[in-house]
């Protein structure tokens, strides 16, 4: 109850501060703000996450685009689980309106942060075993997706061989540099296991400088990887709607670009909007 209520007050305040803004985009683009109508029908609904239900629809709508009819999407960095369950509920959701079949993973250690191995994983903010899961409770709460347990660096080959369907979007919450290079790997695999663009969430991603956590390993995988590239969606903000525009989130969304996939050129604005819109 106490929750509700703190959360239409926030409503209420934002409204306010939002009075004469706009729910259109600053700017038109036909890869991002086609889903806008969607994208605020879904936040209608207090359990879908601001920042996270835009990935989880873009990337649905861009699969159905292209003609993919199921997808994966990851979380990296899973802890106490409130995440992966926000997750879980926004997929319900998206899959009802897009179609789309989408299988969910959470990779976690289960113990909390691995050891730090330098200065490179943030030592002066985190220290191993910094957010802990109750396996069994977390467990009890999920209804769709599928707990990977272990470090990223022994866990993530085996789900890569067992060719899950195409990932087309990630959450990474791993905190550290080690962790994040880890999930990388992700990112070589071969294009049978990746959508041809995968949109990424770094929730960590302004909390580093240049040279250590995620933002140092974004740029070793793309000084490294000439056919793969993360890069940011330049003025994603000003393609959503006007008076959500303000987020921080908006700052950590990427997108993971994999040229050398066969079926990179298809072009996706070709397949119109044929789903109904929410209401």
């Known amino acids: ?28 683009s036909a890869l991002y703000s086609w889903t806008n109508e969607d994208y605020l029908a879904l936040l209608q609904d207090d359990q879908c996450n601001t920042a996270v239900t835009w990935g989880i629809l873009q990337s649905a709508a861009t699969a159905k685009r292209l003609g993919v009819s199921r997808i994966s999407m990851i979380e990296f960095g899973v802890a106490g689980g409130n995440g992966l369950v926000s997750m879980e509920y926004i997929i319900k959701q998206v899959e009802a309106l897009t179609g789309i079949q989408i ?38 709460r999920l209804t769709k997706a599928k707990l990977i347990i272990g470090d990223i660096k022994d866990t993530i080959g085996s789900f890569v061989e067992s060719k899950p369907d195409p990932v087309a979007f990630i959450v990474f919450d791993v905190d550290m540099y080690s962790s994040t290079v880890s999930a990388f790997r992700l990112l070589e695999a071969s294009e049978a296991v990746l959508m041809q663009r995968v949109f990424c969430f770094f929730d960590d991603y302004l909390a580093c400088g240049d040279f250590d956590g995620e933002r140092l390993a974004v740029s070793e995988f793309n000084a490294t990887h000439p056919m793969r590239k993360i890069s940011p969606i330049h003025g994603l903000r000003y393609f959503v709607p006007e008076r959500l525009s303000r987020g ?20 996706q604005e070709l397949v119109q909007h044929d789903w109904v819109v929410l209401k």
């Open 103 to 140: 299988a969910l993973y959470g990779f976690d250690t289960g113990t909390g942060l691995p050891p730090i191995e330098d200065y490179r994983d943030k030592p002066h903010i985190h220290e191993a075993g910094d957010f802990p899961m109750d396996f069994d409770k977390l467990q009890a």
């Open 1 to 28: 109850m106490i929750k509700r209520i703190l959360r239409r007050l926030v409503n209420s305040t934002m409204g306010w501060l939002n009075a004469g803004v706009s729910d259109k985009p600053l700017f038109h």
């Open 248 to 267: 921080a989130f908006w700052h950590k969304y990427r997108m993971a670009y994999i040229f050398d996939h066969s079926k990179y050129a298809i072009n």
